[in-house]
């Protein structure tokens, strides 16, 4: 079966510094890849996802991007951080049942900028 | 149109209640519907999924009603526990250039008393 890491856990970081936060996936290959935002008592918000290496599309624009160096690692960045951008970052990835896509998720990111 | 509407916001029930959790879509091409048990500070779990060929699934103590001709679906908790306090979230989902891409709803808080 399929396990996520990310990676930090926690991360607390100044205004206007960077962000580098790591997605990697065992026991599968080829997976769909997903980032998302929770911000507290919210809902999810799907920031990017990736259907193979160097292949990112983006569904809210903002100052955050994501990479694909590997088949099984997910990167997102950022170059200058926001206030806004504190909350809860999840990655998941996308396995093929005999059914349907089933979307697993990651243990999470917890990001405070101050 | 691509909204899932979940309700209530949050629901307070005692040890051994049925919560209830309602969420309706609009769009007519979602073909799968999960939803997803997250505890504070932990990443959304894979609860349980229907999709509409069937109008109802059972799992445990965990039951997914269809109805979609009225494009909507709810989870049912059977004799619920404390351990169950958690945020519940809906979703619905359909394939699109090639990635399987969930629209979630914005969750539930659960609280079980004893």
């Known amino acids: 079966s399929q396990t996520i890491h990310q990676w930090p856990a926690t991360l607390v970081q100044p205004v206007g510094s960077p962000l580098s936060l790591e997605c990697t996936v065992e026991?599968?290959?080829?997976?769909?890849l997903y980032w998302y935002r929770q911000a507290a008592g919210r809902g999810l918000q799907l920031l990017f996802y990736s259907v193979g290496i160097g292949q990112i599309s983006s569904e809210v624009p903002q100052n955050l991007s994501a990479s694909r160096p590997q088949d099984r690692q997910f990167i997102l960045s950022s170059k200058k951080l926001l206030l806004s951008d504190s909350g809860f970052y999840l990655c998941?990835?996308?396995?093929?049942?005999?059914?349907?896509?089933?979307?697993?998720f990651g243990p999470g990111t917890r990001l405070t900028v101050l | 149109q691509q909204q899932v509407k979940q309700s209530p916001q949050s629901l307070i029930v005692q040890k051994g209640g049925i919560p209830i959790i309602n969420c309706a879509y609009e769009n007519t091409a979602f073909d799968y519907f999960p939803w997803y048990q997250q505890f504070p500070g932990k990443g959304p779990a894979l609860l349980i999924a229907?999709?509409?060929?069937?109008s109802e699934k059972k799992e445990g103590r965990f039951t997914i009603s269809f109805n979609k001709s009225a494009k909507q679906f709810s989870l049912h908790i059977m004799d619920s526990q404390p351990g169950d306090s958690a945020t519940y979230f809906c979703a619905a989902g359909s394939s699109g250039a090639g990635s399987y891409q969930l629209t979630f709803g914005k969750g539930t808080k659960l609280s079980v008393i004893p």
């Open positions: 229907i999709r509409p060929d069937v």
């Open positions: 998941a990835c996308t396995l093929r049942d005999f059914i349907t896509d089933t979307q697993y």
């Open positions: 026991g599968t290959s080829n997976p769909n």
